[in-house]
């Protein structure tokens, strides 16, 4: 149960192998969210000429998301770059570092 206001929704796609010659994203449920911009700081996306700024998103401790998921939110989507989790505290949480596609 989340302690936090999770105003957003996000739906995942996961990237998953239906046969050793094909891949594919296969959507998952739609998960509650927080999404808020990490900072002013730019981040280098990994082929050195594009740059975008991460975002930072809280979901529950038990929402089925992983890094190198894509999600969706408000129309917008992401590459899911990174996961803490927070056990600690009256509420165990996730917080995600989104980059834009």
Known sequence: MAVMDLPHTMSVERLSTASAAKEGYTPRD?????LQPAGD???DTGNGSTFTKPNRCFVDY???VKTKDRV????QKYNVSGMIEHRYGT???KVLTLQTI
């Open 62 to 64: 038990d929402a089925n």
């Open 91 to 93: 509420w165990p949480h």
């Open 72 to 75: 969706e939110i408000n129309g």
């Open 41 to 43: 700081s730019e981040t």
């Open 30 to 34: 739609d998960v509650a969210c927080f």
